[in-house]
Antibody, heavy 117, light 113 residues
Framework: EVQLVESGGGLVQPGGSLRLSCAAS????????MNWVRQAPGKGLEWVAI????????YYVDSLRGRFTISRDNAKNSLYLQMNSLRPEDTAVYYC??????????WGQGTLVTVSS | DIVLTQSPDSLAVSLGERATINCRSS????????????LAWYRQKPGQPPKLLVS???ARESGVPDRFSGSESGTDFTLTISSLQAEDVAVYYC?????????FGPGTKVGIK
């Protein structure tokens, strides 16, 4: 069974940093493009970033490039999102999600990030 | 960036009746290589992550009930639920995976009349 389990969310002050992790199991992680997708409370889905199987290509939504960094460790079957200079508008559930290409066919349950003083 | 618009924003349908959701792309999602549209449909129930229903605009995923179908016409796409069931109450999103940045439509909320 495919499992994606996010961790690292929580309450952080504006301007702070947070690193999200996603542990993958039940499939060959190194063959999947992996994404972070977020959803602000009561809002729609917003794609954040994607990383290629070997980490050689990364793409970001324009509005977040420079503050967020996606990375992966295939030896640990793990995906990461480093988030810096956090703002209240970054408050959202962050989903780890992936697929064999740009198509997303697997999702985690999400981890909540709250940016507030 | 590719912009997806969805209509309607919400709809209420009687149990057993048809629900139709539309998605329009700001540019072609058609691949020259495989002649398929890079368009997916997801269902998100309250408190749950999205679930992939349809890929390549019209290919239903394994295990998805056959009451769900996707269709395409140029840059216009449609998700049809032929006979609405109570468990279909959710928000439905289209998403393009043709190019980065990947983008989602704003969502359509489906309820019971």
């Amino acid at each position: 069974e495919v499992q994606l389990v996010e961790s690292g969310g929580g309450l952080v002050q504006p301007g702070g940093s947070l690193r999200l992790s996603c542990a993958a199991s039940g499939f060959t992680f190194s063959t999947y493009w992996m994404n972070w997708v977020r959803q602000a409370p009561g809002k729609g889905l917003e794609w954040v970033a994607i990383i290629k199987q070997d980490g050689s290509e990364k793409y970001y939504v324009d509005s977040l490039r420079g503050r967020f960094t996606i990375s992966r460790d295939n030896a640990k079957n793990s995906l990461y999102l480093q988030m810096n200079s956090l703002r209240p508008e970054d408050t959202a559930v962050y989903y780890c999600a992936g697929g064999p290409g740009f198509l997303i066919d697997q999702w985690g349950q999400g981890t909540l990030v709250t940016v507030s003083s | 960036d590719i912009v997806l618009t969805q209509s309607p924003d919400s709809l209420a349908v009687s149990l057993g009746e048809r629900a139709t959701i539309n998605c329009r792309s700001s540019q072609s999602l058609l691949s020259n290589s495989n002649k398929k549209n890079f368009l997916a449909w997801y269902r998100q129930k309250p408190g749950q992550p999205p679930k992939l229903l349809v890929s390549w605009a019209s290919a239903r995923e394994s295990g998805v009930p056959d009451r769900f179908s996707g269709s395409e016409s140029g840059t216009d796409f449609t998700l049809t639920i032929s006979s609405l069931q109570a468990e279909d109450v959710a928000v439905y999103y289209c998403q393009q995976y043709y190019s980065a940045p990947l983008t989602f439509g704003p969502g359509t909320k489906v309820g019971i009349k």
